[in-house]
Structures are given as C-alpha cells and as structure tokens.
C-alpha cells in the first residue's frame, strides 16, 4: 500500500509503507509527467504507474533520481519510456554499490526478481533544470548524505524536494558531514517555499522549513561535538556510544524506529573518519 497525498494543483507525493516512509513525487502537466524517485518495492512504483495511466491519463516523461541508493531508484524500469536524469556520480556509485547488493538482494526477496537498474542517460552536475508543460524544475546538486543527491525545486508551485539530504534524522555515512551542512543551509535560502518534500518522513508546510533545518544543523554539532570529545579524552566505543540520539534532539521513534541504529552508524562513522585523518596528519 502506498500513500497518496495531493501536496498542490500539479504535485502529489507516494509514500512507501513498506519500508522507512521513502517518498517519491510526481508532477502532471498537459505534457506529460515528472516522476523524482521511485519506491523501494515494484508493487509500490506499479502503484504510481497505474495512476499515471488510469487517473491521470498521462504518461511519465522524465524519471529524476535524486540519488544512488536502492530504496530511491528501484522502480526506474517500470517506466521504459520515461528519459532518467541524474548526477554525474550517479552512475558509478549504481555499477558499484547499488548493483552489487541488488544482486545480493534478490536472492533473498523473491520480489525483486525483476527489478533492474536503469542508468541515467542524461547527467547534471551543478545545476540544471527540466521543462515540461508549463513546469520549471530545478535540479541542484546537493551533497552530504550521498555524494550525488540532488534537490529538485518546482518552481511555480513552490515546491521542494530535499531528497535525503532532508529526513528525520540527518545520514552522512555514504556522504560528508560538512557537505551536508553546506547543503542544509544552502535548502534554507531556497525561497518561496510552500512545501519540502524530504526523502523519508513527512511533508513539511512552509512554516516548518527553517525550524527543522536548524534541528537538523543542531543535530550535526552535536554528534561532531561528542565525536571530538570522545577523540579528545582518548575514549572507546563505549563512550562514543554513550550519546542517545534524544540528546542531540532527534525522537528515537524517528523513521519507524530506525533512529538510534543511524544515529549510532553516524557516530562511528565520524569517529573513525576523523581518528583516520589524526593518524595520517600525525605521520606528516
Ligand atoms: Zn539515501
């Protein structure tokens, strides 16, 4: 089952409940449509297929995928005549990463059998923006949870999708934490804004926007402040370990429960990113 919701005249917004509340966003014009993201699972996208063709009685032209990562790009084949776009990185992180453990994946979830990955065909870089039917979306590059997450501004409805660069707890694992700071501020000063779409989670009114963002920066500083700290004193796991995620603002029943798992992923991550860059500064 997935979640429909109408978030403005020409922009409705998927949700997956199967899994971490991924959204994926479509946007109609007399042209035809823009889809930014898929969802995880086949029968999920069908859903958003089957409305395209039978409600809409329109087609997908461009496929935007926001970002490498499986739960994202999925169910880009189901749309065999849509052109996809992506970053330029996209395409070596989908060959490197999210092939491998799709192939992984669909030995052990029957469901997948089918799903194969579609390359981008037309690539971005900085900027650049689509044109369809009256639409003007504009794709940035938006780094630091990926390194090839891009955001997507509907121009003439105000629209934001952050991608996961903006979900309820902030992820850099596969990115940069400074880049994600960078990136957060930078979606800050996107204006107007009516509604941000964010990659997971809830739709975020106009008036939300800047509230979270600054959660979201709070959030940053406070697991690079623990991380220095930890460092600092010479401290373990333990200790690393010691900070909730609640400490540092975010609820831990943050995306269906998946908040300290992250959150603690985050922490190590840092921990030995900045150990590593200590011994290598060390050596010189
Ligand atoms: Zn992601």
Request: include cysteine; aromatic fraction near 6%.
């Amino acid at each position: 089952m997935v979640l429909r919701e109408r978030i403005s005249e020409h922009t409705y917004v998927f949700r997956s409940s199967m899994y971490a509340r991924v959204n994926a966003g479509l946007i109609s014009t007399p042209e035809g449509c823009v889809l930014i993201d898929t969802l995880p699972y086949p029968e999920e996208t069908q859903e958003i297929a089957n409305f395209v063709q039978r409600r809409l009685r329109s087609q997908v032209k461009y496929v935007i995928l926001t970002h490498s990562h499986a739960d994202h790009v999925y169910g880009a084949y189901l749309f065999p005549e849509a052109e996809v776009i992506g970053h330029l990185y996209a395409r070596k992180l989908l060959l490197t990463q999210t092939k491998p453990a799709l192939l992984k994946a669909r030995t052990l979830n029957p469901v997948l059998a089918d799903v194969c990955l579609i390359m981008p065909a037309i690539l971005m870089e900085k900027e650049a923006a689509v044109r369809l039917g009256g639409a003007t979306l504009i794709m940035r590059h938006a780094p630091g949870h990926a390194p090839d997450v891009i955001s997507v501004y509907y121009r003439e409805e105000k629209v934001l999708f952050a991608s996961d660069a903006m979900m309820p707890i902030p992820y850099f694992v596969h990115g940069d934490i400074r880049d994600l700071r960078n990136t957060l501020r930078a979606l800050a000063q996107v204006s107007p804004v009516e509604d941000l779409v964010q990659g997971h989670g809830d739709v975020l009114l106009r008036g939300e926007v800047k509230t979270v963002i600054e959660t979201y920066l709070d959030y940053l500083d406070c697991v690079e402040r623990h991380v220095d700290w930890v460092l600092a004193k010479g401290g373990g796991k333990q200790a690393l370990l010691s900070l909730d995620v609640e400490d540092c603002g975010i609820p831990r029943i943050a995306l269906e429960g998946l908040a300290t798992k992250l959150h603690q992923e985050n922490l190590v991550t840092l921990f030995l990113r900045k150990r590593k860059a200590r011994q290598v500064k060390r050596k010189a």
